[in-house]
């Protein structure tokens, strides 16, 4: 059995009693806090059975490994991925959730990014955010609390070979489309409406060789003022919204 996990958060701890509450192998909580939001989130994890301890704000940072806890620090158990990409996208067909809609994330290394691209993605309806097993940040308790619920709720998946996953995705008619800053066309004049897989790289180094070779085509987001280029996480979320837009009402929420 893999070792337990921490989530901390009111956010990320309240999704994963939603979604997986047997995974949930207990639940610390700032014992002085007696708002109304502590004792609705109390209220649930009583609701779902999960053991519940008081605990102070110092042994609540040290779980944590940070003052960032709101109060809230759960141990569970890892969730086991329960699909590979070819079942995702074949059970989001199968549901009539539309086109694919993929996030690809090439070299990206700060969780804070990752968690932000993450929660954008739940947003947008992403039906999976894919990212290369070797330089690029898994999953852990910063992402989820950053993901605000999205790490539980979104398939991150890091694969072995991300140029051959990409190739995989054309076979199955997904369209690649890479963002650059040195694209000749511009993110609006892409056609997004269809199979679509958005990649974009880490900032500063951007998409490596073989990922930029790999894609159909290269955009950039036009920029009017002196800054050159976005946070990864903000371009993340410019991009999806952009296919969202495309998509227009018809895509049917993830389930």
Known sequence: MKPAQLLFGFHAVGVRLKVAPQSVLEVHVDATRRDARMRQFVERVQAAGCRLHDSDDARLT????????QGVVARVQPLKPSHSLDDLLDAAEA?????????????????HNLGACLRTADGAGVHAVIAPKDHAVGLGPT???VASGAAETVPYLMVTNLA???GELK?????????SDDAPHTLHEATLGGP???VLGAEGAGM??????????????PMAGAVESLNVSVAAAVCLYEAVRQRGPTAAPRP
């Open 196 to 198: 679509v897989a958005l």
């Open 164 to 166: 051959r996953t990409l």
């Open 143 to 145: 992402v989820a609390k």
């Open 171 to 179: 076979e199955r008619g997904v369209r690649i489309v890479g963002m």
């Open 208 to 221: 490596r060789a073989l990922t930029r070779r790999t894609c159909d085509e290269l955009v950039r987001i």
């Open 95 to 111: 549901a009539g959730r539309g086109p694919a809609l993929l996030l690809v994330l090439d070299g990206v290394t700060d969780p």
């Open 62 to 69: 040290r779980l944590a490994g940070t003052g960032r806890h």
